[in-house]
């Protein structure tokens, strides 16, 4: 695989559904995964934050991408996470997202422990690199102090990019702190910077961001494709502006609920209206105001477009 | 098993330890587990913080918890740490440490999503008790919201006490906050509340407490249980004081790191100062400088005695 292979613009952070017993809806997941594509997504950021991919187990997250490979999604959009609390189950992920030929993996550091130094993150990654032992890895670093608790600070990555240069490519900069992206974009020319929103999508495209990778592109990555194609013309600003109203609109409500709940809509399928505890399904109030929000907005909920 | 079967007193959340390639080192865990009830330990809280339990894979515990059990640690003494993020781990540890008659587990709550409902992590737990659903089950609450970024607040605790009884029995409070244990004592008669550390020890038994966990344990268990059993003692206070003060000297530094690198000393066996990423070893500097203040409150390092 060629270094300059891999998708820049719009990754998904792909929601993943889940059948009434809370068991992973395979069959759901692999539609919705095409159904993005089809409606303009890049690459595919399986198994982050929006997935709750931290209350699937290995092995749901193993066959979910094996899944989603023998139905033809091409291993080549997909940037799995991998990144978990224990090093054994991230050497795991890892390896079997290298050896599906994965364009990369989006890596959480370790998260329980907090308080941890520079030090003790770099020597996860570094046995991570050393174990999986493939010329094949890039790794995005995830960085998303609100749920982890943990950071990729400045100084670690420019640590990372030292001592694994073709390795350490990227991040997901989920801090929802611009300055933090913009420190990133300054710091590290050549760095694969994605913003973990599309709320400043625009201004990060003209200092050299990768695209972005966003919650709700799960339910609006027309709409986002279309700011990074047409980044540099005359409506750019015009069609930032409305992705980023959407966005607003939908971050006043816990993310992964109002995503699927939006979807469940677009898609006319209530079945995706089932989360993981320990989250919860939107409330039948703020899910009115969410889609009145929304219409006001004229968000389009009649996309029930054909998948690939 | 009776209710009333289960150990008050000290238990320890036990370390485990690594071998230099990070493997785990079940030999030396046995050997530890049975060197602690040696030395008078009540319980062994297998798998917690102190532990590293969240940096080892599901199949790794559940070995580990086999092996003590196979070499004759009995199973009434144990209570393992079972809470995950995902639901299906927590699940498969939880009936795993049922099936083997450990006496209770001690469950964290989902902690990778912050900000969560307390309908949320009443949820979680309901899942587990529904899908275990094993009479046997014994679910002590771990609150450690400075590593877990997730709590169980005390309104949260009076409904899974008032939809859980005989299951949920009891907490380990490691909130460092002496408030929160009181409020917890005064508010849930006959619920088992151990503090997570030695400090207000004597003060927590005086109020109804029902004995302490505490990652000090590990190296100064003999004296934690003294003052558990001579609590009504005219001495006690002198003991609590004393062993308040090695408390107090041992967590000015990262507690794991400086449990394992006491204990190597204690044992004469420098294979235990290996720890997983994200966390590092004592460097030597800090290791200097925790014996020296040990040494100055007479710490006792000269305990090599046989295990049972």
């Known amino acids: 695989m060629k270094l300059d292979q891999y998708p820049r613009g719009v990754l ?15 069959e759901r997941f692999v539609e919705h995964c095409r159904w993005l594509l089809a409606e303009g997504a890049n690459g595919l950021a399986v198994f982050g934050t929006t997935s709750e991919a931290n209350s699937l187990s290995i092995a ?9 490979i023998e139905h033809g999604v091409p291993a080549g959009v997909l940037m799995p996470g991998t990144g978990c609390c224990a090093l054994p189950d991230t050497v795991a992920l890892t390896r079997h997202a290298v050896e599906r030929n994965c364009f990369g993996v989006l890596m959480l550091p ?17 046995e991570v690199v050393q174990r999986v032992a493939d010329d094949r890895l890039r790794i995005y670093l995830y960085h998303i102090p609100p749920m982890a608790g943990v950071a990729f600070s400045l100084p670690l990555i420019e640590r990372l990019l030292k001592d694994f240069p073709r ?13 933090n992206t913009q420190a990133l974009l300054d710091s590290f020319p050549g760095f694969e910077v994605f913003p973990g929103s599309e709320t400043h999508l625009l201004d990060a495209l003209r200092k050299g961001g990768a695209g972005c ?22 409506d750019a600003d015009a069609l930032q502006d409305g992705i980023a109203r959407t966005r ?21 399928d209530p079945a995706w209206d089932v989360v993981r505890p320990p989250l919860r ?14 219409e006001a ?12």
Chains 1, 2 share one sequence.
Do not use: C
Request: glycine share 6%.
């Open 213 to 234: 990778i966003s919650a709700t592109a799960n339910v609006n990555v027309a709409a986002i494709s279309r700011v990074i194609r047409e980044w540099q013309g005359a």
């Open 12 to 26: 998904v952070p792909v929601l993943t559904p889940f059948q009434r017993d809370l068991a992973v809806d395979a």
């Open 281 to 294: 399904p939107l409330a039948a109030e703020a899910k009115a105001q969410l889609f009145q929000a929304l």
């Open 167 to 179: 390795i350490v490519v990227g991040i997901k900069d989920s801090s929802g702190d611009w300055n």
């Open 60 to 68: 749901e997250r193993m066959s979910l991408l094996e899944r989603l």
């Open 297 to 308: 907005l004229q968000f389009d909920f009649g996309r029930r477009v054909a998948t690939v």
């Open 248 to 268: 607003g609109a939908i971050q006043k409500f816990p993310m992964v609920a109002a995503n699927k709940a939006i979807l469940a809509r677009v898609r006319d």
């Open 110 to 126: 370790p998260f329980y422990y907090k308080g941890v130094s520079d030090d003790g993150i770099h020597a996860s990654i570094a």
